[in-house]
T-cell receptor, first 113, second 113 residues
Framework: GAGVSQSPRYKVTKRGQDVALRCDPISGHVSLYWYRQALGQGPEFLTYFNYEAQQDKSGLPNDRFSAERPEGSISTLTIQRTEQRDSAMYRCASSFRVNTEAFFGQGTRLTVV | QQQVKQSPQSLIVQKGGISIINCAYENTAFDYFPWYQQFPGKGPALLIA?????SEKKEGRFTISFNKSAKQFSLHIMDSQPGDSATYFC????????????FGSGTRLLVRP
């Protein structure tokens, strides 16, 4: 596609439910990043993939958060047993390779009620 | 631990004026310093970036000034226009690793007509 596509754009879930957020990177981009952005703050790094390999997951807050990119293209960020503090904008970014410009998607706004 | 500190939090400038946003970093291993522009409802978009081997980079009305010894860098927007009204984020990363971006907290710029 023309840009990084994320779905859904908005997700409201009840506390304790699992959610899966999808990222479709720009075609041909091998590097993919997940960030979380709280209101009024800058994006905070969560995890990074190079092709299908998860190279860095140091930003994942706890073991309820996981991500995968099984075929080196689409990625899914999964949050299990959601809590209210998980409410934020989740942004995906991709780049052609690791040392080139990262392009951000419009994000998924997650609200846990 | 906040590794990139950004100021001011908000800025109001008259049309035609100069907007200046400052950032300071802690990790001397950082070697890539981009600025991102974010409009409401959109993802951050790369505006301009600098590496520490130069002290200044200019692209159109946008200039980054970089002071390696002080571990500071700033964005100058010359002849500011109402269309420049957005949130600006500085960031830093290490190019010898995953290129994950460490963002500042953002500056909301309003340019009055």
């Amino acid at each position: 596609g023309a840009g990084v596509s994320q779905s859904p754009r908005y997700k409201v879930t009840k506390r304790g439910q699992d959610v899966a957020l999808r990222c479709d990177p720009i075609s041909g981009h091998v590097s993919l990043y997940w960030y979380r952005q709280a209101l009024g703050q800058g994006p905070e790094f969560l995890t990074y993939f190079n092709y299908e390999a998860q190279q860095d997951k140091s930003g994942l807050p706890n073991d309820r958060f996981s991500a995968e990119r099984p075929e080196g293209s689409i990625s899914t960020l999964t949050i299990q047993r959601t809590e209210q503090r998980d409410s934020a904008m989740y942004r995906c970014a991709s780049s052609f390779r690791v040392n080139t410009e990262a392009f951000f998607g419009q994000g998924t706004r997650l609200t846990v009620v | 631990q906040q590794q990139v500190k950004q100021s001011p939090q908000s800025l109001i400038v008259q049309k035609g004026g100069i907007s200046i946003i400052n950032c300071a970093y802690e990790n001397t291993a950082f070697d890539y310093f981009p600025w991102y522009q974010q409009f409401p409802g959109k993802g951050p978009a790369l505006l301009i970036a600098i590496r520490p081997d130069v002290s200044e980079k200019k692209e159109g009305r946008f200039t980054i000034s970089f002071n390696k010894s002080a571990k500071q860098f700033s964005l100058h927007i010359m002849d500011s226009q109402p269309g420049d009204s957005a949130t600006y984020f500085c960031a830093a990363s290490r190019t010898d690793s995953s290129y994950k971006l460490i963002f500042g907290s953002g500056t909301r710029l309003l340019v009055r007509p």
